[in-house]
């Protein structure tokens, strides 16, 4: 990198593949002073306006808030709050239609202003020098910034540089976008305050060198730099670049001032490189020297159909409806409103959405100023296409290719390499989108990769929980094992033996022990003493019988033979003999009671014949 930063000290300049030089139609804007757009109706601030996770909300409806106060809150890797532009009422806190391309609608939260716009409690630190890193970029977070330049990457993050040293830092004011002159007039017209925050970048970076970064379209803002920069900041360049597009793109901008490449798939700060957007810059010196989060950025409104087309302070959560009235736009049958520039930007769904941080212009063109595209025809491979890109990419192939969904050979040819700046679009004579089928592939292979990302972790919970239940059973099992070996051991204490040992011990005796004495010859038991006790009971019951017939009447005469029967020692024949003995009784019962009934008496007209 030392020989990178000998090579640019001495004049040295590089250039990028591809490029194209679209009409820049920035006339219209940047001659005009920069004005206030003032205070809407309300205003409706969504709660994420970065890449990253929004923060949780601190407000509730009827809440009266500052200027400045944080409305969400920043804890987090890459969160960044959102603040109130102005002080009054929270009025809402519901979902509304955001500025992006697909329409949809993300919680927001509706301020109305009380039009006192009294500020909050602000923590200015112009003596910067004296914060240590840590701080530094704490404040940062808090203020709430993000990349100006569009990405709206979290600077904090960003500066944090993975733990690596920065060598270079470049502020990005080529602003390469047709139409777009929020940079140029925000260099022109504070450039003290871009120097003063490059200062503060350079307490917290310590790079050797700084770059600032400018196209040669821009000679009011390369002489309001220079003049600006100190007699103390020897390491501080201003670097005028040929007008290119897209040499605004990091990567380009780093190819073109340093020569070097970024990897496939790494960032500027794995060579020694920071990149940061001027507009960035801006609002990072009035957050740490002014303490004043970011509230407000310069956007400019441009295009044939604004009677005053110009840059204005904007206030975000502003309504582009109420901005449009309020700058006199002219409307035209089907008027288009497009969000960024030609280029890059995006048609808004509707006019109610709001101002936010990645907000740097609003494009209202005449149809004549800017055709619609017309109908797509078929590819004639003609390999413009491939000229112009300048990521050296082959985008006539990963149209094929995404076209198809066939994504596995669109990931081959370095489809993430794509910074989508249009191009391959613009050059194309078929008006091929290209940049929407790139788009699209990229957002399906992100859906699929979170889908298996989220199997993924199920699998791995699964299996956790399933390795949670075994080590539970192993440890019950172990338990049980313990506690079973404590009782043993209390029984032998008790005991004097292993009271296991002795059972089985017990167990083994008898089934070794030998046949008693009357065993027969054939090793069969002798049975004799179980049929004696049979007999015995038998002779107990036939007693037990023979008392009972005996306490019967004397008239019946039958009972002698069963006893007789019964002394005579044969069971059988007493049985047999009781009971003929009892049927010959009752036989002689029913014949007494018949004798002893009296013969009925016949009536008078019984005898009569």
């Not at 240590?132 to 808090?142: M, V």
């Not at 709430?144 to 600077?155: D, M, S």
Request: glycine share 8%; net charge neutral; hydrophobic share 40%.
């Amino acid at each position: 990198m030392q020989h990178v930063i000998e090579r640019i000290k001495a004049g040295a300049m590089w250039d990028f593949h591809g490029g194209i030089h679209p009409a820049e139609n920035k006339d219209q804007s940047s001659h005009t002073p920069i004005r206030n757009a003032g205070l809407p109706e309300a205003l409706i601030i969504p709660l994420r306006q970065h890449a990253g996770p929004a923060g949780e909300l601190l407000v509730k409806v009827g809440d009266r808030v500052l200027r400045g106060q944080p409305l969400t809150s920043w804890q987090g890797g890459r969160t960044v709050p959102v603040h109130a532009s102005t002080s009054g009422t929270i009025t809402a806190i519901a979902p509304h239609t955001v500025a992006h391309p697909s329409g949809l609608a993300d919680p927001c939260i509706t301020l109305t202003p009380d039009g006192v716009d009294e500020w909050c409690e602000r923590d200015a630190r112009p003596d910067f020098w004296n914060l240590e890193r840590s701080e530094l970029l704490t404040r940062i977070q808090q203020a709430g910034i993000a990349g100006l330049g569009g990405a709206v990457f979290p600077t904090h993050s960003k500066l944090d540089g993975r733990g690596q040293r920065t060598e270079v830092l470049i502020v990005n004011g080529l602003e390469c976008e047709p139409y777009i002159t929020t940079d140029d007039r925000l260099m022109r017209d504070y450039a003290s305050d871009i120097i003063e925050g490059i200062r503060v970048l350079r307490h917290l970076l310590k790079p050797k060198l700084c770059l600032i970064g400018i196209e040669d379209n821009k000679p009011e803002a390369i002489a309001a730099l220079k003049g600006a920069i100190g007699e103390h900041d020897d390491d501080i360049m201003v670097r005028v670049t040929p007008t290119k597009y897209p040499s605004g793109g990091a990567k380009q901008t780093i190819e073109i001032l340093t020569g070097r490449q970024v990897p496939k798939g790494g960032r500027a700060v794995d060579i020694g490189i920071m990149v940061l957007n001027v507009a960035t810059v801006f609002a990072i010196k009035r957050a740490i020297v002014d303490g004043e989060p970011l509230l407000e950025r310069l956007v400019t409104l441009t295009g044939e159909r604004f009677s005053q087309p110009g840059n204005v302070w904007v206030r975000l959560g502003t309504p582009v409806r109420w901005l449009l009235r309020q700058f006199d736009l002219n409307p035209e049958p089907g008027q288009r409103v497009i969000m960024g520039g030609p280029m890059m930007g995006f048609t808004l769904p509707h006019a109610q959405v709001p101002v936010v941080k990645a907000t740097n212009c609003l494009l209202a063109p005449s149809q004549r100023e800017l055709p619609a595209p017309g109908p797509e025809q078929a590819c004639i491979r003609c390999s413009a296409c491939a000229d112009a890109c300048p990521a050296n990419l082959l985008p006539q192939e990963l149209y094929w290719y995404s076209r198809a969904k066939e994504y596995d050979k669109s990931e081959q040819l370095n489809l993430f390499d794509c910074i989508e700046c249009g191009a391959c679009a613009w050059v194309c004579p078929s008006e091929i989108p290209l940049v929407q089928y790139y788009k699209i592939a990229k957002d399906d292979i992100r859906e699929t990769r979170a889908e298996a990302e989220k199997a993924e972790r199920a699998k791995a919970r699964f299996e956790a929980k399933q390795a949670r239940f075994e080590r539970e059973k192993a440890a019950r099992e172990a338990r049980h094992a313990q506690a079973a070996a404590n009782r043993r051991q209390t029984m032998t204490d008790a005991a004097g033996e292993d009271p296991v040992a002795a059972a089985l011990a017990r167990i083994k005796a008898k089934s070794q022990a030998p046949t008693t004495a009357g065993a027969l010859a054939d090793g069969n038991p002798d049975n004799s003493a179980v049929i004696a006790a049979r007999e015995a009971r038998k002779r107990e019951a036939e007693a037990r019988r023979a008392a009972k017939q005996a306490q019967q009447p004397p008239h019946q005469e039958h009972a002698a033979a069963p006893e007789e029967a019964e002394q005579a020692g044969d069971p059988k024949k007493a049985a047999v003999a009781a009971a003929l003995a009892r049927a010959k009784a009752k036989k002689a019962a029913a014949e007494q009671a018949e004798a002893t009934t009296p013969l009925p008496v016949p009536g008078p007209q019984e005898g009569a014949g």
